[in-house]
């Protein structure tokens, strides 16, 4: 068996990590950017504000709304990408000479090729967790489920399979932002390792500045799908990513577009660079435990 599970199970594990740990900004940040009402008593004006008033009125546990979608989102999400990327970059590898590193472009292509697959895989996933994040500031008329797959299935019933896909094109797009993270991390990565041995501090800078890049590029398509993928009804609906684009800078202004950006940035990239260290920690377990199990040959090393 190749890496390509290890590399799966590994970022599967590691995304479960940074996922619990950063939790709660990805609350805060998905209320702040479906946030369309700024002046009422009850909206968040910023990060902290949003977490002062979701502990007051909600406690601890409204900081942690939807986690154990988004632990089962992150880590199908991760294991997903990680296997198609490794699977991608292997044959590209396979074809160059030995030793030889991906280009840019080829990095791109492989994130591309993984991306994609990735939200289709997972995109229901995380249609259903951003509304459970949300639903006590956007959903308060509808009825408070605590279960995921109720909410799945309650989608089903209202909205069909189109409305678990709520937002799927704005997603498609957003696959340029795993490129942007992992050609970067792959580029920086393979320079430094050619001067050094790197270190897991060196990958927690890596995951961070890689995440950073691909996040402040992409965050206004990020507000848009989190909007699409809430219940919109009326003209609050967005039709396409386009129309999206057009009411909220018509409505809220440019700012619009970056609602909740400050807490976002800083929960991608915890979440990026807890991701990257734990991913480079966890790989060997994972070699190690498909070995145990018999699904892979132990590696055998040649001494001199």
């Not at 435990?289 to 699904?295: I, P, Q, R, S």
Request: proline share 3%.
């Amino acid at each position: 068996m190749s890496n390509n599970v290890a590399h799966a199970l590994s970022g599967a594990g590691g995304g479960i990590v940074s996922m619990v740990l950063t939790y709660p900004l990805v609350s805060i940040s998905s209320r702040l950017q479906v946030q369309k009402n700024d002046s009422s008593k009850d909206a968040y004006k910023n990060t902290m504000d949003a977490f002062i008033k979701i502990l007051a009125k909600e406690g601890p546990k409204g900081l942690y709304s939807g986690l154990s979608s988004g632990i089962f989102g992150i880590a199908v999400t991760n294991g997903v990408y990680y296997y198609c990327y490794e699977a991608v970059k292997a044959i590209f590898e396979k074809a160059k000479s030995k030793g030889k590193p991906m280009s840019t472009a080829e990095s791109m292509l492989s994130g591309a090729i993984a991306g994609c697959a990735v939200v289709f895989a997972t995109h229901p996933i995380w249609t259903v967790n951003t509304r459970l994040t949300v639903k006590k500031g956007v959903e308060d008329k509808e009825k408070k489920t605590s279960s995921a797959l109720s909410v799945g299935l309650q989608i089903l019933q209202r909205e069909g399979i189109a409305g678990l896909y709520a937002g799927v094109r704005a997603a498609l797009v957003l696959v340029i932002n795993p490129i942007i993270q992992y050609t970067v991390f792959e580029q920086v990565k393979n320079r430094l390792s050619k001067t050094k041995t790197l270190s897991n501090l060196d990958f927690f800078l890596l995951g961070a500045l890689s995440k950073l890049c691909a996040t402040g590029i992409t965050y206004p398509y990020i507000v848009v799908k989190s909007r699409m993928q809430i219940n919109q009804q009326g003209e609050e609906r967005y039709t396409s990513i386009l129309d999206g684009f057009k009411k909220i800078i018509a409505h809220e202004g440019i700012p619009g577009l970056y609602k909740g950006i400050s807490s976002k940035i800083v929960q991608s990239v915890l979440t990026a660079a807890f991701l990257f260290l734990a991913k480079e920690v966890l790989f060997d377990w994972s070699v190690w435990m498909l070995v145990l199990l018999g699904a892979r040959k132990p590696r055998i090393v040649n001494k001199a």
